[in-house]
DNA sequence: CGGGGAGTTGAAACGCCTCAAATGAGGTGG
DNA sequence: CCACCTCATTTGAGGCGTTTCAACTCCCCG
């Protein structure tokens, strides 16, 4: 019964192994599949159902009208897209396969009868909700202030560390699937220049990559190396355990 | 009974006149005032309240362990801190004012009391939300994407635009009262370059800017040099008049 | 065997940064 | 009321990080 969604969420409250099955039943709520490189939401489309990544990877992107792409976030196993985003008339961004991933899509009803009748399902997926926003704020400063180095080293932390959260990582290791257009798409950077920088990660022992595999040998120096504050991914369990009403 | 924060949600529904007062008597509760560059919360505090800027310039801000501060976001009057941040057990990141500033500290009880009796308000407050977190976004395609003359183009559209919805503009022109160090942080360059975007934007007339004070002369003129896009403040009101659960 | 996408490398150009110093505006105390 | 301090803005010059353009390699797939 355990999900890549029920495993994060037990990053930060405990479930019961009803709420687990809650959960699961969520992931098999309607399930889509897409290949790589395909839209899942448009810009400009009317939002309606919330969308639950399960397996692949995929990102938010905007476009500016001369081409310029910018992927604002990556979708992970176990991400889900906002959950009250049909209040808003039409999307401002889309969302993108970047691998071949599938998607449980959720209805608004369905969500509202979980959130009303499991309290700390509801305040799991708020905290989701809020750790997504975080993690925003963090690439505002990460692109914002950081070199290309130190740039690409926190994103590789941040996202070895989501992934370790959801139980995809093994042995100091996870998978990369994207290519560098992908990432210079995401950190601002020229594809060459993206290139160069893993290189220069790789020169200086912090990170193995190839094929599509990242290793990460020394996690507390690349850490350091990115200025790396884990606080904006709110891993450790609170003292909220209890299930309290969350507007 | 109008307040700045009423007069934005007006942007997206309609309220009742009993709403106004609601949201009237939210600007009332426990008021605070801040002198300028003085911290309301910092990062690692216990989230309590929610907080409702009545007057005056605030911001988000991270720190990065040797000094340098991105501004991740500004706070305007009308401006509410996130809703339901109480779920996460400490803060990670800090809002600080930039002018002298009051602030309205809602408690959590009073606003859930609202959210539930009035759900016209909630959902307003919901969207409101979620403008911000747009907000976000876009300014991650700003620091990504666009040079520093785009960029500042556009933050000055959004911020005029914004300035706008809650009625604090007046003739083409609104106050701008922060430094240009502040600008800096917000927009990850040096201050000096700052200097040099403004006087190009200045040169190529698409802003007067003295004193404090900016006048936009044109504004088509200056949103095609920033691309910008509006729709991500999501300012038009939608299908979405009733008054519905939102989770 | 040919084509195409992803990754890599080199060289030159450019946008933005840094350092440094000058000017201007506001506030305070003598 | 002026001298002086401080802080914000402005200007200049040189340097660096990143981009751009272009070419080449590698590998997968048809």
Redesign the interface.
Same mark, same amino acid.
């Given at each position: 019964m355990e999900t890549t969604l029920s495993r994060k969420l037990e990053q930060f409250i405990k479930l019961s192994s009803e709420d687990r099955s809650v959960l699961y039943r969520l992931s098999g709520e309607r399930v889509r599949r897409f290949g790589a490189r395909e839209d899942v939401i448009r810009? *400009?489309d009317a939002p309606k159902d919330v969308y639950l990544l399960l397996s692949g990877w995929a990102c938010?992107y905007?476009q500016?009208? #001369?081409g310029?792409?910018?992927i %604002? $976030?990556f979708f992970l196993p176990g991400d889900l897209c #906002?959950?009250?985003?049909y209040?808003?008339?039409?999307m #401002? @961004?889309s969302v993108g396969t970047l691998t071949p991933a599938t998607f449980a899509e959720i209805t608004r009803s369905t969500?509202?009868e979980v %959130?009303l009748n499991h309290p700390r399902v $509801?305040?799991g997926l708020?905290?989701e909700t809020?750790v997504n926003?975080?993690i925003?704020?963090?690439?505002? %400063?990460n !692109?914002?202030?950081?070199s290309a180095f130190e740039r690409m080293a926190h994103l590789l932390c941040e996202l070895y560390i989501r992934l370790r959260a959801v139980g995809l990582t093994k042995d100091g290791g996870c998978e990369l699937p994207f290519t560098q257009v992908d990432l210079a #798409? $995401? =950190? *601002?950077l020229s594809p060459v220049h993206v290139n160069r920088t893993l290189q220069e990660l790789r020169g200086a022992g912090l990170i193995v990559l190839r094929d599509k595999w990242l290793e990460i040998p020394d996690l507390d120096a690349i850490k350091n190396a990115a =200025?790396f504050?884990p606080?904006?991914l @709110?891993l450790?369990r *609170?003292?909220?355990e209890q299930a309290a009403? %969350? !507007?």
């Open positions: 810009e *400009g938010r905007k500016l009208e #001369d310029r792409r910018q %604002v $976030a #906002d959950l009250n985003i209040i808003l008339k039409e #401002d @961004h969500l509202e %959130v $509801a305040q708020w905290w809020l926003i975080a925003q704020r963090e690439w505002t %400063v !692109l914002g202030q950081r #798409d $995401a =950190m *601002g =200025m504050n606080n904006y @709110h450790e *609170g003292p909220h009403r %969350v !507007l």
